[in-house]
């Protein structure tokens, strides 16, 4: 029975078992989660303030060479290395106030990840997001 669940757990922590489109709670983000060599990016494809108005614009971001970006295709995560419990070590980046932030993602079910965000532990906030199909 352990092995079987140590097969599960090494399963959703290939870049395949994260690969896709996944909806965010916030603004009904799009984000696409593909493989980067061995570990994942996610990048932001659409969301309310997209279907709005398509050309919006990175204007929060603390790097101001960085401002100025398309929001639609803008890199959201990245660096994440696989690990027993999902993915960590990796960054996620908030348009809303131009902060990257130490992230975390562990996947709960195919269809269901949870990311976790952090300023500085314990000042975290978790998102659940879903499978898009």
């Known amino acids: ?34 493989a980067c060599g061995p570990s994942i990016c996610g990048r932001l494809m659409d969301s309310d303030g997209l279907r709005a108005n398509p050309q919006l614009r990175d204007v929060h971001n603390r790097d101001a060479s960085q401002n100025g970006r398309p929001l639609k295709g803008l890199l959201m995560l990245q660096g994440f290395s696989p690990s027993e419990k999902g993915w960590e070590g990796g960054t996620i980046y908030n348009p809303d106030d131009g902060g990257t932030y130490k992230a975390t ?25 879903k499978r898009i199909r």
């Open 1 to 34: 029975m352990g092995f079987m669940l140590l097969a599960a757990a090494a399963a959703l922590a290939t870049p395949a078992a994260l690969t896709g489109r996944w909806e965010t709670p916030t603004r009904h983000g799009v984000v696409e989660i593909t």
């Open 105 to 129: 993602i562990t996947m709960v079910d195919a269809d269901t990840l949870k990311l976790r965000g952090c300023i500085v532990w314990p000042l975290c906030k978790t998102q659940t997001w």
